[in-house]
């Protein structure tokens, strides 16, 4: 059997509501057998996601420093607590159907995981999971250097990844960040002292995830993809 086409794309900078429409959309198209299946790559503007287990609580900055530092903050349909997405970090969302032969949800989350640790090898970092649901992501020593946070329909994925590539870690302070306390954050820059660029980064990360996922990849440009209000 050939494998499935997986259309990928680094899209560049986009602001999170119409990242998240677009995902949607393209996931109606799946679930309509009327569009290809997707990884789109982005890097976002400032933002606080929080997931269906996130409180109001668990972002710590006034409203002054948000507006200090430009932040917005989102409610997210995806699982997990809060997060941050910024310049630097590079977002991943597979729009894939898990049907029929990878309907197990502990599964994808370690693929996910399998796909940001082979990534972050190539960049000369040992990453690792960590046991617990509360200890989701993937790991650099006893820092996180990835999140993920997913949302499922009838199988069908959306939302996804965030892997800090040259991200400023300090924002992370206006948060609980994955409703950990005491959290430590990395980054790829921050452990090897090289930014690599988001680009060569989301090469890496479409290249594993189609190895993994058994998927042919096509890249396809970003204009070819409607999205509104795309940029910040």
Known sequence: MNPRRLHWSFLGRVAYAPAVALQERLREDVRRRRGPEHLLLVEHPPVFTLGRNASP???????????????????ASRGGKVTYHGPGQLVGYPIIDLNPDRRDVRRYVDDLQEVLILTLADFGIAARRREGKAFIGVWAGEEKIASIGVHLARWITIHGFALNVATDLSQFAGIVACGLPEVRMA????????APALAEVAARVAEHFGRIFARELVQVAADSLTLNGQGE
């Open 57 to 75: 609580a668990d972002v710590v900055a006034s409203v002054e420093w948000l507006r200090r530092h430009g932040v917005e903050v989102h409610r």
């Open 187 to 194: 980054s790829i820059e921050r452990l090897t002292g090289r």
